[in-house]
């Protein structure tokens, strides 16, 4: 079964860092690219960055470019989201999909289950 | 960037209604758009790839059109199953942009 597994929940302090991911599985890891989506509460799905895990290549949407980075560990087919210093403002859901490029394909085609993200003092 | 904005941005409508949904942007992106079906706590779902193409596995009743700067989803007989958030969403060379969402909700 092709599937994306995202990491849990967590429940983090304002200034800390944190790690998410997402690992694949079913597939050729290398032979798509992976996104992060963030949906705050209420809110609507906003495209964040991708990254190539071939080559670790990532760009990032102009919103989240510096907030946050993008890795990638093929060995593992895993993606990463990580955050080196957490605000309030980053609770959110954190979805990663799967990229689909071949044949004119192009769309997220396989999501992950979502990772919640708590930002409290 | 490339803007997408949709509307409605709430839609009520009955089961069996034809309902569309459209989604602009803010240029040209050829027919490099999808759209997306999100219910409450779940993730999304892709219905639609290059404007007009079914995924496979949606019910026929989902289509897309549309070219360059203006896009519809419809759905041509509205089910119970159907009451969702829906998404458009653009590619353009490795950026993407999500529209704000349509909720549709029943009547």
């Known amino acids: 079964e092709v599937q994306l597994v995202q990491s849990g929940a967590e429940v983090k302090k304002p200034g800390e860092s944190l790690k998410i991911s997402c690992k694949g599985s079913?597939?050729?890891?290398?032979?798509?690219?992976i996104g992060w989506v963030r949906q705050m509460p209420g809110k609507g799905l906003e495209w964040m960055g991708i990254?190539?895990?071939?080559?670790?290549?990532?760009r990032y949407s102009p919103s989240f470019h510096g907030q946050v980075t993008v890795s990638a560990d093929k060995s593992i087919s895993t993606v990463y989201l990580q955050w080196s210093s957490l605000k309030a403002s980053d609770n959110a859901m954190y979805y990663c999909?799967?990229?689909?490029?071949?044949?004119?394909?192009?769309?997220?085609?396989?999501w992950g289950q979502g990772t919640m993200l708590t930002v409290s003092s | 960037d490339i803007q997408m904005t949709q509307s409605p941005s709430t839609l009520s409508a009955s089961v069996g209604d034809r309902v569309t949904i459209t989604c602009r942007a803010s240029?040209?992106?050829?027919?490099?758009l999808a759209w997306y079906q999100q219910k409450p706590g779940k993730a999304p779902k892709l219905l639609i790839y290059?404007?007009?193409s079914l995924e496979s596995g949606v019910p026929s009743r989902f289509s897309g059109s549309g070219s360059g700067t203006e896009f519809t989803l419809t759905i041509s007989s509205l089910q119970p199953d159907d009451f969702a958030t829906y998404y458009c969403?653009?590619?353009?060379?490795?950026?993407?942009?999500f529209g704000q969402g349509t909720k549709l909700e029943i009547k």
């Open positions: 999909g799967r990229h689909r490029t071949s044949g004119s394909q192009d769309a997220f085609d396989i």
């Open positions: 079913g597939y050729s890891f290398t032979s798509y690219r």
């Open positions: 990254i190539d895990p071939g080559d670790s290549q990532s």
């Open positions: 240029q040209s992106i050829s027919t490099w």
């Open positions: 290059k404007a007009s």
């Open positions: 969403q653009q590619y353009d060379s490795y950026l993407y942009t």
